[in-house]
């Protein structure tokens, strides 16, 4: 039994609802979580504790350093990530469609409009608290605070200053520490040393795990898929301080066969993809194009040290290289273009994301000069109406011919 | 002596050419219709006939336009940015920049000897298209070629600030009823093209000598807007709506 097409099934037919708050359910599919993916085990362990109420829950940002959810003995429940799921199961029109009917424009960015539609339809747990940063994305934190009053729950908001100069870090350091006693007399719960051990220290072997896909992703031909590093975008930043972390990464290396097919294009990712059932990667595939690494998969950050927690979840927010000047992301995209050994840049301009297609223009022209040819490709991430497959075709099909 | 064969199904109008030696021995325009395989197999059939060849004497076809995955005798397919290029290198191949302005999508190229160096296309809207034109005309109860002619004569132009093609039409119709001069209008709507052509042109980066291809490129409304917004003199080939499969069957006859 598949319990992917399970679940899909019951999202589908509406009772979803009352099963994800079933004990039974939980208790049901667990006969058959042995024989799943770590990746499947991981999201039924996370979605049980949430919706059971088995623990503390935090509706996170992508960003937001889980480490700090999980050393507090929280869950975290990451919306963006879990609208991601949501239209790769081919679910996110009725949602978006409630978002907009409660007037939520077409003009934000569909991974937000979907969580509200999700949380308009009550299909999401009831949080403790809500957590986000202003990293990268000025609208996550105005969709986190709108959710927080939805819930009447606390939203603990990290504001992000500049590019991680002393001051912007000590400034970052005193919130974090404020949030986590906050949190903690919230909670009624203080965060032992153990526990940022652990925490901290999953988080590491994750980033070992995460350097050794790296690697792979430089061998040619490449024998990573890029769809499903992108895919696992999502996973990366929410196991982050979980000993499943290493477990899912480690389970994700093993499964790459090293004796990759031939290839005839190399391409490097930026920002992410179209998570809806979209023919584009298969296409891709056809032709013969690796995509040998994306920016976000390959966010990577400094070890993090027990010793100094809050210091080291700073230094881990500005390891994203989307902060501060766009010269930082362009310098960094050179780079892993140039150790991939790339022929060029595909950036996925989604829809309603100011962060990433603000830059695109700037992006294409710098990377121009480094003679590092980029095609712009618009689209949406999460919405599929926006998709159109035609237009698409030809824009990736003409800019491999220029290749 | 081999006949290599271009076929451009367009979104509104299929074009296909023979070549034979280099020359061209036969080439036609139908409509696409709803029926894009089917428009292929019988525009292939008119250029046997044309040609007075038999199938076996045509040792590639290369099939371009949205329709070319709809082409399934095709040896290879290109896409139409590629054709152009190719195309207009044969015809004009000191151009740097060329437009191509198509029934359903427009594009800004920049070629280097004959070569794709980089490209922008239209997005999510028609305005700037063949389809534009063509509902903005109806309105006038002139053919396209009717309304760009009827634009040249007018002294001054109503603006129109729409960009939706719905939205521009709504206001084009309240101008009409309004009585405001027919010409006047007629050239604000080319206007209206051109600003959106010239904007991808822009951000490609404006280099001279430029050229225009496709089936727009025969209004001489819009080729006239586009000078002016651009502030350049545009290179037209004879049959620029033909650019694209001549693209298609040079292409054919090279990688035979």
């Avoid at chain 1, 032992?192 to 590491?204: A, F, Q, R, T």
């Avoid at chain 1, 027990?306 to 362009?330: D, H, M, Q, T």
Wanted: glycine share 8%; aromatic share 8%.
């Amino acid at each position: 039994m598949n319990l992917g097409n399970f679940v899909q099934a019951k999202l589908q037919d509406g009772s979803a609802i009352r099963l994800l708050r079933s004990p039974w359910i939980y208790r049901f599919l667990s006969l058959f979580l042995r024989s799943q993916s770590p990746s499947v085990r991981f999201s039924f362990h996370l979605a049980r504790d949430a919706y059971l109420k088995r623990k503390p829950v935090a509706f996170t940002s992508l960003f937001f350093p889980t480490e700090l959810v999980y050393a507090l003995g929280m869950v975290p429940f990451p919306l963006e990530v879990i609208a991601a799921l949501i239209s790769s199961m081919g679910m996110a029109v009725p949602f978006l469609k409630k978002a907009e009917e409660e007037w939520y424009s077409q003009d934000l960015c569909s991974f937000h409009r979907l969580g509200m539609g999700l949380a308009l339809q009550d299909y999401l747990p009831q949080p403790d608290v809500v957590l986000s940063l202003t990293s990268l994305c000025d609208g996550s934190h105005r969709f986190f605070y709108n959710v927080s009053r939805l819930f009447k729950v606390p939203h603990f908001l990290i504001e992000v200053p500049g590019n991680g100069g002393k001051k912007d870090q000590e400034y970052v350091v005193r919130q974090l520490k404020r949030t986590r006693m906050e949190l903690e007399a919230l909670l009624e719960r203080k965060i032992k040393k153990s526990d940022w051990e652990d925490s901290l220290g999953y988080s590491n072997s994750l980033r070992e795990e995460l350097l050794k896909i790296y690697e792979l992703q430089a061998h040619v031909p490449c024998p990573v898929s890029g769809e499903a590093a992108l895919g696992n975008v999502g996973l990366i930043f929410t196991c982050a301080g979980s000993r499943w972390g290493p477990e899912l990464i480690s389970a994700w290396r093993k499964s790459i066969r090293e004796n990759a097919s031939s290839e005839n294009y190399r391409l490097f990712w930026l920002h992410l993809r179209p998570y809806y059932p979209a023919p584009i990667f298969a296409f891709l595939k056809e032709r013969g194009v690796s995509i040998v690494g994306d920016e976000l998969s390959n966010y990577i950050w400094p070890r993090l040290d027990p010793k100094n927690p809050e210091l080291s979840l700073s230094s881990k927010i500005y390891a994203n290289f989307g902060l501060g000047p766009i010269k930082n992301r362009i310098d960094n995209i050179v780079r892993l273009v140039r150790e991939r050994k790339a022929q060029g840049v595909v950036n996925f301009s989604h829809r309603g994301c100011r962060q990433s297609t603000g830059g695109a223009f700037l992006l294409k022209e710098a990377l121009k000069e480094k003679g590092i040819p980029c095609l712009i490709l618009d689209g949406d991430c999460v919405d599929p109406r926006e998709l159109n497959w035609e237009q698409m075709r030809t824009r990736i099909e003409g800019f491999l011919e220029i290749l | 002596m081999s006949v290599y064969c271009g076929l451009d199904i367009g979104s509104l109008q299929a074009k296909g050419i023979l070549l034979r030696d280099g020359h061209p021995l036969f080439r036609t325009i139908f409509p696409t219709g709803g029926n894009a395989p089917e428009t292929a197999k019988k525009l292939f059939q008119a250029l046997l006939e044309g040609g007075e060849i038999s199938s076996d004497e045509v040792k590639t076809i290369v099939a371009t336009g949205y329709g070319r995955i709809s082409v399934p005798f095709a040896t290879k397919t290109v896409t139409e940015i590629t054709c152009h290029a190719r195309g207009i290198a044969h015809f004009l191949p000191q151009a740097k920049t060329l437009i191509d302005l198509g029934g359903q999508d427009s594009k800004a190229i920049r070629l280097e000897k004959g070569k794709v160096m980089d490209f922008v296309m239209n997005d999510k809207c028609a305005a700037g298209t063949g389809r534009f034109l063509e509902v903005m005309a109806q309105n006038f109860k002139l053919t396209p070629w009717e309304l760009g002619e009827l634009s040249l004569q007018a002294k001054n132009e109503v603006s129109i600030s729409a960009t939706c093609t719905v939205f521009a039409e709504s206001e084009v119709i309240g101008l009409i009823a309004r009585g405001l001069p027919r010409e006047e209008i007629a050239r604000g709507i080319m206007s209206a093209i051109a600003q959106r052509i010239a904007g991808m042109v822009h951000r490609l980066g404006l280099e001279e000598p430029v050229a225009m291809s496709g089936g727009v490129a025969q209004n001489p409304g819009v080729v006239k807007a586009l000078e002016r917004e651009l502030g350049v003199s545009i290179l037209i080939p004879e049959e620029p709506q033909m650019i694209g499969a001549w693209g298609a069957a040079l292409i054919a006859q090279e990688y035979a």
